[in-house]
Nanobody, 129 residues
Framework: VQLQASGGGSVQVGTSLKLSCAASGSTFSNSRMGWFRQPPGKQREFIAAISRLGTVTQYADSVRGRFTISRDNAKNTVYLDMNSLKPEDSAVYYC???????????????????????WGQGTQVTVSS
């Protein structure tokens, strides 16, 4: 699976952004998809995950209620709608795909970036006040 993230940018506090991640290959619909982010000098952290059919989602406490993950299997694309952005949301955002793994979305393993099989190149989000 090859992943291409897009949609990042520089925005003001309180505004919104929508990230997209387009996947190539035939495994997208059989992959759990997720978003992580990595602030400068920090470890990659879990943001959200979505099950193969899009029926189950999982969020980090820091973004629950503000961010929404969704997917369109017909378009091989996963999205991250980000609202009420804060300066601490500034980071490089990565989309990931879990194809070989056997955990379920909602589990603790989904929050560990080492449990994901494929990564996109990242897109920068900068939120300024």
């Amino acid at each position: 699976v090859q992943l291409q993230a897009s949609g990042g940018g520089s925005v003001q506090v309180g505004t919104s952004l929508k990230l997209s991640c387009a996947a190539s290959g035939s495994t997208f619909s059989n992959s759990r998809m997720g978003w992580f982010r990595q602030p400068p000098g920090k470890q990659r952290e879990f943001i959200a995950a979505i099950s193969r059919l899009g029926t189950v989602t999982q969020y980090a406490d820091s973004v629950r209620g503000r961010f929404t993950i969704s997917r369109d299997n017909a378009k091989n694309t996963v999205y991250l709608d980000m609202n009420s952005l804060k300066p601490e949301d500034s980071a490089v955002y990565y989309c990931g795909a879990a194809y070989y793994q056997r955990w379920n979305v909602g589990s603790a393993r989904a929050m560990d970036y080492l449990e994901w099989d494929f990564w996109g190149q990242g897109t920068q989000v900068t939120v300024s006040s």
